[in-house]
């Protein structure tokens, strides 16, 4: 079993950078596949970047794609998710999940574990 913690959330301006940080418990996270994805308030959860047990394979959303860029350390039990060029529509409740089979899936229904999210406000 893995659990996550998700912690490096805030308030920035628009055009800012923020950086998410999630830490596994666990002796197998590096076999598992990682991914970051959003919330906001109406809205349904949005796919943001995963990456695969490896870091080889990574996958992003269309909206975040060229601004944000997800990595692992496998030897620290940690996946980041730098965001650059940050937006108002970036605000969200972002929580990391790991899946079990290692890839990168898109897909919140092949993860297996669930952190608890990290908020982002971008004001314009």
């Known amino acids: 079993q893995v659990q996550l913690v998700a912690s490096g959330g805030g308030l920035v301006q628009a055009g800012g950078s923020l950086s998410l940080l999630c830490r596994a418990s666990?002796?197998?996270?590096?076999?598992?596949?990682m991914g970051w994805f959003r919330q906001a308030p109406g809205k349904e959860r949005e796919f943001v970047a995963a990456?695969?047990?490896?870091?080889?394979?990574?996958d992003y959303g269309e909206s975040v794609k060229g601004r944000f860029t997800i990595s692992r350390d496998n030897a620290k039990n940690t996946v980041s998710l730098q965001m650059n060029s940050l937006k108002p529509e970036d605000t969200a409740v972002y929580s990391c999940a790991a899946a079990a089979t290692g890839w990168a899936y898109t897909q919140a229904a092949s993860y297996d574990y669930w952190g608890q999210g990290a908020q982002v406000t971008v004001s314009s």
């Open positions: 990456i695969s047990w490896s870091g080889r394979n990574t």
């Open positions: 666990g002796r197998t996270f590096s076999s598992y596949g």
